[in-house]
């Protein structure tokens, strides 16, 4: 079975700029997260969606991050602008419904 | 607030010998605790979980140890071996389907 892809897994941007990532969950997964985690803490949450609609996002900054899932399947997380203190590495997770969460590899954003 | 603690950084045990890594929460809403373990540059591996239900779940090597009155749970790998050598993050969440409330991750250094 297919993990969790992630994409790109490196990115470099100046602030201000713009960037997206891509997540394709594990196939049947009705539940997708993204989290961001900073260097030395644990992963924290900005988004969750059940198939395609938003079940929670009280943690997204909603100023300048934005992110969507079509068709209840792939999802894309954008930032823009970015700031210096979005370095850290984006996590997005799938899972079934009521099991555990299970993790791409991340995509490593570093803000100059 | 954190509502996940793990309160040793690192751990340091030789090869053979049992590992035990410890975790604590505050929010007594938590029913669902999850272990994950995560390698550098890779996004976090579920390990093993605990629902409130059970005081003791084993697979293998782990076994995850839960004790609801004093809010802990504790991560025993035993024997350790050096491909165990990671950072290990407990998680928990309330009815497995809302999102992870991590700690901040204990850093375990099997030695050979």
């Known amino acids: 079975e297919a993990g969790v892809a992630q994409s790109p897994r490196y990115k470099i941007i100046e602030k201000r700029q713009s960037v997206a990532f891509w997540c394709n969950p594990i196939s049947g997964h009705a539940t997708l997260y993204w989290y961001q985690q900073i260097l030395g803490q644990g992963p924290k949450l900005l988004i969750q969606?059940?198939?395609?609609?938003?079940?929670?996002d009280s943690q997204l900054p909603k100023d300048r991050f934005s992110a969507e899932r079509l068709k209840g399947v792939d999802s894309t997380l954008k930032i823009q602008p970015a700031k210096l203190e979005d370095s850290a590495v984006y996590l997005c997770a799938s899972s079934p419904i009521g099991t555990a969460q299970y993790f791409g590899p991340g995509t490593r954003l570093t803000v100059t | 607030d954190q509502q996940v603690k793990q309160n040793s950084p690192s751990l340091s045990v030789q090869e053979g010998r049992i590992s035990i890594l410890n975790c604590d929460y505050t929010?007594?809403?938590?029913?669902?605790f999850l272990w994950y373990k995560k390698y550098p540059a890779e996004g976090p591996t579920f390990l093993i979980s605990i629902s409130s239900i059970k005081d003791k779940n084993e697979d293998g090597r782990f076994t995850v140890f839960l004790n609801k009155s004093a809010k802990h749970l504790s991560l025993h790998i035993v024997p350790s071996q050096p491909g165990d050598s990671a950072v290990y993050f407990c998680?928990?969440?309330?009815?497995?389907?809302?999102?992870?409330?991590f700690g901040k991750g204990t850093r375990l250094s099997v030695i050979a």
């Open positions: 929010n007594s809403m938590f029913d669902y």
């Open positions: 998680a928990a969440s309330d009815s497995g389907n809302t999102p992870l409330v």
């Open positions: 969606f059940q198939n395609n609609g938003v079940v929670d």
